[in-house]
């Protein structure tokens, strides 16, 4: 059971670059999220899903992108990297009768 | 909106003995669900311990135990017997429950790092 998988786990980007951070579950999990974890800060939620075809934006959406066309993926596009985007990445999903969120391993994003 | 403050930005406790982390939050809900999550250098968000703020019995999970007041809006994690494994950062988070449109999000606080010292 490989839970959430998240790819990849440390990437360096350019200023301006652009990229996607990806996210697979395979337990058919209606919640999906992303998170960013930033000393001092806690996690903060970036954008999430209630299922396919729905997203909506969170306490810092501003920068990227996300879309949800199947269940099991819910990808996390940066459109124009900049360095406070330099942070670690999680993505969390949840059953939605459930109570428990199970979070990917993180990405550990610099952006120089 | 809701908000999770954590005040102790560290803690460090003895091996074998106990200590106490500290949450607090705020709400205007009535129906939610109190986390508290830790965070080992591996960086892998495992759960600890779950409260459902309907329940008024405190939480307990083997050598971790809660002490949940939903009038002061306060959420101690008690960890006994502490362990060198125990060392990690803790977070306290929020999440409303199913009647609400916020039931997808989880709300945390800032992290407490607790050190175990031999």
């Known amino acids: 059971n490989a839970g959430v998988t998240q790819t990849p786990k440390f990437q360096v980007l350019k200023t301006g670059q652009s990229m996607t951070l990806q996210c697979a579950q395979d337990m058919n999990h209606e919640y999906m999220s992303w998170y960013r974890q930033d000393p001092g800060m806690g996690l903060r939620l970036i954008h999430y899903s209630v299922g396919a075809g729905i997203t909506d934006q969170g306490e810092v959406p501003n920068g990227y992108n996300v879309s949800r066309s199947t269940t099991e993926d819910f990808p996390l596009r940066l459109l124009s990297a900049a360095p406070s985007q330099t942070s670690v990445y999680f993505c969390?999903?949840?059953?939605?009768?459930?109570?428990?969120?199970?979070f990917g391993q993180g990405t550990r994003l610099t952006v120089v | 909106a809701q908000t999770v403050t954590q005040s102790q930005p560290e803690m460090s406790v003895q091996e074998a003995e106990t200590v106490t982390l500290s949450c607090t939050y705020d709400t205007s809900e009535s129906d939610y669900y109190l986390f508290w999550y830790k965070q080992p250098p591996s960086r892998q968000m495992i759960l600890v311990i779950r409260?459902?703020?309907?329940?008024?019995q405190n939480a307990t999970e083997n050598r971790f135990s809660v002490n949940f007041q939903k009038a002061a809006k306060s959420f101690s994690l008690k960890i006994s017997d502490s362990q060198l494994g125990d060392a990690a950062m803790y977070f306290c988070a929020y999440r409303s429950g199913y009647g609400s449109s916020n039931t997808g999000k989880l709300i945390f606080g800032q992290g407490t790092t607790l050190q175990v010292k031999p």
């Open positions: 409260q459902e703020a309907y329940k008024q």
């Open positions: 969390a999903s949840r059953k939605g009768s459930g109570t428990e969120a199970f």
